[in-house]
């Protein structure tokens, strides 16, 4: 499995995008998939994700309210609609996936597919 994030770029404050996360060589309907952003001298951080199975997990509080993930099983790609953005959500975001079935929410589980991330700049 092949992982494509996309849709990064530079945005002022308040502005939206929305990023995808394309998927080939599997279908990955079913699969837990994660939206993480890492900023620079930052750790990485969860912002989204679908548990296995399908269902939505909560947000964080930093992105709540102004982001939100889904899919379109028919193109096997995952989005993150990212509304009201502010400069404190400027990082490289990237999309994981993985098959298996777990009860770890998809903030805290193992991932065996990443995407290589794209960047999204914040300007004020």
């Known amino acids: 499995v092949q992982l494509q994030a996309s849709g990064g770029g530079l945005v002022q404050t308040g502005d939206s995008l929305r990023l995808s996360c394309v998927a080939s060589g599997r279908t990955i309907s079913s699969w837990a998939v994660g939206w993480f952003r890492q900023a620079p001298g930052k750790e990485r951080e969860f912002v989204a994700g679908?548990?296995?199975?399908?269902?939505?997990?909560g947000y964080p509080d930093a992105v709540k309210g102004r982001f939100t993930i889904s899919r379109d099983n028919n193109k096997n790609t995952v989005y993150l609609q990212m509304n009201s953005l502010k400069p404190e959500d400027t990082a490289v975001y990237s999309c994981?996936?993985?098959?298996?079935?777990?009860?770890?929410?998809?903030?805290?589980?193992?991932?065996?597919?990443w995407g290589q991330g794209t960047l999204v700049t914040v300007s004020s």
């Open positions: 679908f548990r296995w199975g399908g269902t939505i997990t």
């Open positions: 994981a996936a993985d098959p298996l079935p777990t009860s770890r929410p998809p903030g805290v589980r193992s991932y065996d597919y």
